[in-house]
């Protein structure tokens, strides 16, 4: 498994603001996600960061709104930017480790946008 | 396509009971995951399961797959009001990219002391 952590845990922004959300893990990993969690709803991925080249958004995420920075193999970063009230959302990356697949996810980052 | 589905959406039971949660999916897969939320937290990895395989257990947990009908289930025995949250199930399609995961929209379970 992966000890990962998220800053900020919650953060409460104004509309038109940018936030950066950061991700750290405790070992190197190829793969690092990031999901968002919209009110009473599940998971969807924005993108999967890899280290040494940018990251690949998913359809209906785009770098603009939520640029990415995967600096080295432990760490990166996901901002959310000009938010609106519809971008308040957890935010979780997640990271895969070791053979198999297995995914395993930080504690989130809670964003209420006013 | 909506991978991951499960049901029931809510499922509330008494401490002590077992409390079986079911998962479709409509792609075939090379693995799924089975994760559990507590109140808007983190998910917390729970069990992966193959689709070369057909049943696995941890502790008080085991999960099946069917991959003939494109289902899973988790079931918790014994249950404890600690066991209270949302669990969901993951899944990566064959083929392609296959560490996206898709989850489906959760099992609420209620345990009550």
């Known amino acids: 498994s992966a000890v990962i952590s998220q800053k900020p845990s919650r953060d409460i922004c104004q509309r038109g603001t940018s936030l950066t959300i950061q991700c750290q893990v405790d070992?190197?990993?190829?793969?690092m996600f990031w999901y968002r969690q919209q009110p009473g709803q599940s998971l969807t991925l924005i993108a999967t960061?890899?280290?040494?080249?940018?990251?690949?958004?998913e359809s209906g995420f785009v770098i603009d709104k939520f640029p990415i920075s995967r600096p080295n193999l432990t760490f990166s970063t996901l901002t959310v930017s000009n938010m609106s009230p519809e971008d308040s959302s957890i935010y979780l990356c997640?990271?895969?480790?070791?053979?198999?697949?297995?995914?395993?996810f930080g504690p989130g980052t809670r964003l209420t946008v006013l | 396509s909506q991978q991951g589905e499960e049901d029931p959406q809510a499922l509330s039971i008494q401490e002590g009971e077992n409390a079986t949660m079911n998962c479709s999916y409509k792609t075939s897969i090379n693995n799924l995951q089975w994760y559990r939320q507590n109140s808007g937290r983190g998910l917390v990895h729970l069990i992966l399961i193959r689709s070369n395989e057909r049943e696995k257990h941890s502790g008080r947990l085991r999960v099946t797959l069917d991959t003939s009908k494109k289902s899973s289930s988790l079931l918790i025995t014994a249950s404890r009001a600690a066991d209270t949250a949302s669990y969901f199930c993951a899944t990566d399609a064959s083929g392609g990219s296959n560490y996206k995961l898709t989850f489906g929209k959760g099992t609420l379970l209620t345990v009550n002391p």
């Open positions: 070992s190197q990993v190829t793969m």
């Open positions: 997640s990271v895969e480790v070791g053979y198999g697949n297995e995914q395993f």
């Open positions: 960061a890899n280290q040494g080249s940018e990251a690949t958004y």
